[in-house]
């Protein structure tokens, strides 16, 4: 089944302790980002990958680091977390570039306190 | 600056109705526009989109219908189920935003029995 995957669902931490939440995608696409969804503002768009070792900073990018060694992952790193980075993040993929049908992820919920 | 809007936070329609989701657009510039439904604990999902040389499109019980002279998008769903309750996105792009997709805040679309 063609999908896009995210780990863990949910998490809950603490001010200041690194964490990654793990994207991964069974369709060979070559475009990957992420995503925070936050209430009243929608889709805001973190990062973005065009292939592998090629990543871009998309509108909110603070506080937030990609990699893409990989064509099939795209983990999010959030080196020292704060509470202002709660929110619900999407992972998304496309076949080749960003205005393409992009195939979303089920969403990690991340408090951070 | 650019900026895709709704006009009403939530929509409550009678089921068997005909369902219209309303989104502004600022960009004259933008040719591209797309629609994606996020039901309750999932990932947005893809429903239907639109390049700016047409002026509607038709999909499964779903029209979407592009005003440029206005810069206005619709949605349109046909005889309204219980499984259309979402929040429905409408996002843009285009030269101006280097193709990156600007996200709306989202329409909450309640369906009464």
């Known amino acids: 089944e063609a999908q896009v995957t995210q780990n863990p669902r949910y998490l809950i931490t603490v001010t200041g302790k690194k964490l990654t939440v793990t994207c991964s995608q069974n369709?060979?696409?070559?475009?990957m980002s992420w995503y925070r969804q936050d209430p009243g503002l929608g889709l805001r768009q973190i990062y973005y990958?065009?292939?592998?070792?090629?990543?871009d900073k998309g509108d909110v990018p603070e506080g937030y680091k990609v990699s893409r060694k990989e064509k099939r992952n795209f983990p999010l790193i959030l080196e020292s977390p704060s509470p202002n980075q709660t929110s619900l993040y999407f992972c998304?993929?496309?076949?080749?570039?960003?205005?393409?049908?992009?195939?979303f992820g089920p969403g990690t919920r991340l408090t951070v306190l | 600056g650019e900026s895709v809007g709704l006009h009403l936070p939530t929509l409550s329609v009678q089921e068997g109705d005909n369902s219209i989701i309303n989104c502004a657009y600022s960009n004259s510039a933008s040719d591209y526009f797309i629609w994606y439904k996020q039901e309750s604990g999932k990932g947005p999902q893809f429903i239907i989109d639109i390049r700016s040389n047409m002026d509607k499109r038709q999909g499964q019980r779903v029209t979407v219908l592009l005003n440029k002279t206005v810069k206005h998008l619709s949605l349109q769903i046909a005889a309204t189920q219980p499984g259309d309750s979402a929040v429905y996105f409408c996002a843009e792009s285009g030269v101006d935003s280097n193709y990156q997709l600007i996200w709306g805040a989202g329409t909450k679309l309640i369906i009464k029995p």
């Open positions: 369709m060979n696409h070559e475009y």
């Open positions: 998304a993929s496309s076949e080749r570039k960003r205005t393409d049908t992009q195939y």
């Open positions: 990958s065009m292939n592998v070792e090629v990543t």
